[in-house]
């Protein structure tokens, strides 16, 4: 072995190792979409006196914590998301009512003084506020003195010795104990049972309790700042309700839920259940598949696949990136891209092989490697820039797919540039490899190749046919988003979707009727696979909720509930908006990296084929009536990276022969240059098919509509790239005035005997 190959070979056993004990001994981050819980966004919202920033959100934060954990939730999550944003987590929370109501209330603790009696005329919000005492009568209050943010601590007590039942005991804050001094001495100052000489204790616009000062208090003396109690007819779980609310601290400023997710954790067992089976058996198809195309070296690269996994998987677990359901169809549609950068070596290792049928078998591999390098990077640049719009555009579990896409890129790099060229370096130095070509996979050319070659189409004699054709496609699609409409999920129109499992069949008409007596007219009631129920409704609480379950199992028997989707309309527009973002974004950037890469036809030949695709794409789940949502946008960015991956491909083999023939005409260069990667397009193609139809058919309901949009968006993409591109680039190239592209030179090498390395296309004659 070389010294290049030990150290490849070394620093892939190193990894391996390391990503097996990673594997052994971690355990993966499971997301609530895959354990089953709640997941609630939070939106922060400004107060008369507070400005809902990054300080007040984080302040909020900490908060909530303290409330969630006296819950006793299990390792619950909360992180803030952007400036106002707060995402709390719940894992095995199945039933949100109660931790919604604890969380979601804002707890405004207020101290006001009580101006005397109030009116309905002064009913309402003014300079002050005119509220009901806890008896009923009307009191005018004046501005709030000092809110429950000075209060230091607050607990629930009964007193049986005064005889006041249950009290909630407040200890305030120096500086807050002061106002309150101050608070009760000015009203001490009027005459007992005036109304003037009591404190209005008002939590969320209610008075909780308004007592009088003792007539043992003098005028501006005022209690103590020690502590004070909160009376009134308090039960003891409403004491320690009000007590937990205030020592977990008023909220900063106002929170409003403008998500809720919750997952059974059924759902996400058999959504792990059925992406492992489909990845086992995508996997295994694509092994196979290359190892028939390949033989032996093929069979080397499906090792190299399998280290890819493991490599991935342990960089997953490691990062402790949260594995979601999209992020897990994420890491099994990588591992079929993952055979891409193989597939570009061999072939063009076939092509060293068959242009100099007397080299050696591991001089032509690494030619292979060496010609392979720039589309190999290329590709993966497209790839990971989609990837990055998914993490930085995208939420929830978008932004997991993003991260799984991304790491699943670089891993595959790894494994094909390191592990797979160690392996394959080592066998093409065997003499029983290199003399028996039916073995090795190398020295035959393909048969996709060889028949090519025999045919030799000239696909771009007529360069308006295909475009014609791209547009008779697209018409297609446009009108079906025209005539069928675009059916918006709710993460994108906002309201409410949850979908039920009932323990016997419910049609979806009976359903409508039983809803609809419940006083759920407005419903949409869709079956959901596996006689599960969906519906949706526009702005719906969680009490609502409940009696809707509730009206669903008087015809069903016994109801879970699987899912449950809750999308603020504030928070739709807001992802819609982001979701036409992100698609410009991607069309902007992989528009000036190509064009800076290659040439500015070029680029816009692969945008126009990159915006083909996705409103083909668009015009097929339209025509379906499948759900546009977050989920199909992650689809749609994949799409994007693969449609400009493939087209990479193409126009830098296009570049590569253009350099080497400059007086040939353009288009019989990319007749050339296409008819070379079609091997290469092909066999990448099934890679990715293989892993996708396994997760179309076992990844169920929760993965079908991923995995289609995938499925078209991958045979389009396919196609637009050497169908819709090149004809767009030829058509460009007319109007060019920009010279063809200079070849690069080869580096001078020498051997022992100082001898220049000869071009490989110069077959030695000389005239």
Same mark, same amino acid.
């Given at each position: 072995?070389?010294?290049?190959? %030990?150290?490849?070979?070394?620093?892939?056993?190193? *990894?391996?190792? &390391?990503?097996?004990?990673? %594997?052994?001994?971690?355990?993966?981050?499971l997301g609530l979409d895959l354990q089953g819980g709640t997941r609630l966004v939070l939106q922060a919202k400004d107060s008369a006196t507070t400005k809902a920033d990054r300080e007040s959100t984080d302040r909020t934060l900490e908060v909530l914590r303290q409330r969630i954990d006296s819950l006793g939730v299990a390792e619950p999550t909360l992180t803030r998301s952007g400036e106002d944003r707060i995402i709390v987590e719940l894992p095995d929370v199945q039933d949100p009512r109660k931790a919604a109501e604890v969380i979601g209330r804002t707890a405004q603790l207020s101290f006001h003084a009580v101006q005397g009696p109030g009116t309905e005329q002064e009913k309402g919000k003014g300079t002050g506020l005119t509220l009901p005492d806890e008896e009923g009568r009307l009191l005018d209050l004046g501005p709030a003195r000092l809110t429950g943010a000075g209060v230091k601590d607050a607990g629930a007590s009964f007193d049986a010795q005064q005889g006041a039942g249950w009290t909630v005991a407040l200890d305030f804050h120096k500086g807050a104990g002061r #106002?309150?001094?101050?608070?009760?001495?000015?009203?001490?100052?009027?005459? &007992? +049972? #005036?109304?003037?000489?009591?404190?209005?204790?008002?939590?969320?616009?209610?008075?909780?309790?308004?007592? +009088?000062?003792? @007539?043992?208090?003098?005028?501006?003396?005022?209690? @103590?700042?020690?502590?004070? +109690?909160i009376t009134g007819s308090f039960g003891a779980d409403e004491a320690r309700d009000l007590a937990l609310l205030i020592k977990g601290g008023a909220l900063p400023v106002p929170i409003e839920i403008v998500e809720q997710r919750t997952v059974g954790p059924t759902l996400g067992a058999a959504a792990i259940d059925a992406s492992a089976r489909a990845a086992l058996i995508g996997a295994?198809?694509?092994?196979?598949?290359?190892?028939?195309?390949?033989?032996?070296?093929?069979?080397?690269?499906?090792?190299?696949?399998?280290?890819?996994?493991?490599?991935?998987?342990? =960089? /997953?677990?490691a990062l402790g990136v949260t594995l979601t359901?999209?992020?897990? =169809?994420?890491? &099994? /549609?990588?591992?079929?891209?993952?055979? #891409?950068?193989? *597939?570009?070596?061999?072939?063009?290792?076939?092509?060293?092989?068959?242009?100099? @049928?007397? !080299?050696?078998l591991g001089s032509a591999m690494a030619a292979g490697f060496r010609n392979a390098w720039s589309a190999v990077a290329d590709s993966n640049v497209t790839t990971l820039i989609a990837a990055g719009l998914l993490f930085f555009l995208g939420s929830g579990p978008v932004k997991g797919f993003g991260v799984t896409l991304a790491i699943g890129v670089l891993a595959s790099m790894f494994s094909a540039l390191v592990i797979a060229r160690a392996l394959t370096e080592i066998a093409s130095r065997s003499r029983f490899v290199s003399d028996y070509r039916g073995v090795n996979g190398i020295a035959r050319p393909g048969?996709? !190749?060889?028949?090519?070659?025999?045919? #030799? @189409? +000239?696909?771009?004699?007529s360069s308006r046919r295909w475009l014609l054709i791209s547009t008779a496609l697209i018409a297609v699609a446009v009108l079906g988003i025209v005539v069928r409409g675009v059916n918006l999920g709710v993460e994108f129109t906002g309201g409410r979707l949850v979908e039920y499992s009932t323990s016997r069949p419910v049609d979806v008409e009976t359903a409508r009727t039983a809803l609809a007596d419940a006083g759920f007219g407005d419903a949409e009631v869709t079956t959901a696979g596996a006689g599960d129920l969906s519906v949706r409704t526009g702005d719906l609480s969680n009490d609502e909720e409940h009696t809707l379950r509730a009206a669903l199992a008087e015809e069903g028997g016994h109801t879970t509930k699987v899912r449950d989707e809750l999308i603020g309309p504030s928070l739709g527009d807001e992802l819609r908006r982001n979701a036409l973002i992100a698609l410009a974004i991607a069309v902007l950037v992989q528009l000036a990296y190509l064009a800076v890469r290659f040439r500015w036809t070029f680029a816009l030949a692969s945008?126009?084929?990159?915006v083909h695709d996705v409103i083909i794409l668009v015009g097929a789940f339209a025509w379906l009536g499948r759900t546009v949502d977050g989920i199909f946008l992650a689809a749609l960015l994949t799409v994007i990276g693969y449609s400009v991956n493939d087209s990479v491909v193409v126009f830098d083999r296009v570049r590569e022969l253009w350099a080497k023939a400059r007086r040939v005409p353009v288009a019989t260069v990319a007749n050339r240059a296409v008819l070379q990667t079609v091997p290469r397009t092909v066999n990448t193609g099934m890679g990715a098919l293989f892993i996708l139809a396994a997760l179309a058919v076992l990844g169920g309901d929760s993965l079908a509509d991923f995995a289609l949009a995938l499925l078209i968006g991958i045979c389009v993409g396919t196609y637009s790239s050497v169908l819709t591109a090149v004809p767009v680039a030829l058509v460009l190239e007319k109007s060019s005035k920009a010279p063809p592209p200079a070849r690069k030179r080869a580096p001078r090498r020498t051997s022992g005997a100082g001898a220049k390395r000869r071009d490989p296309l110069d077959n030695g004659a000389r005239v």
């Open positions: 072995m070389t010294r290049a190959t %030990t150290v490849r070979a070394v620093l892939a056993a190193a *990894v391996l190792l &390391v990503s097996v004990l990673i %594997t052994l001994t971690m355990s993966p981050r #106002d309150w001094t101050r608070l009760t001495g000015e009203a001490a100052c009027h005459p &007992v +049972q #005036d109304d003037r000489r009591r404190v209005a204790i008002v939590l969320d616009d209610h008075v909780i309790s308004s007592p +009088q000062v003792a @007539p043992s208090v003098g005028c501006n003396v005022g209690l @103590p700042s020690g502590s004070t +109690q295994a198809a694509t092994a196979l598949f290359i190892t028939f195309v390949y033989r032996l070296f093929g069979a080397l690269a499906a090792v190299a696949l399998a280290a890819y996994a493991v490599i991935s998987y342990a =960089a /997953l677990v359901l999209p992020g897990l =169809a994420g890491f &099994v /549609l990588a591992i079929g891209m993952a055979v #891409d950068a193989n *597939v570009l070596v061999f072939e063009r290792a076939r092509e060293e092989y068959a242009e100099r @049928p007397g !080299r050696s048969r996709v !190749r060889t028949w090519l070659a025999r045919r #030799d @189409p +000239q696909l771009f004699r945008v126009a084929a990159l």
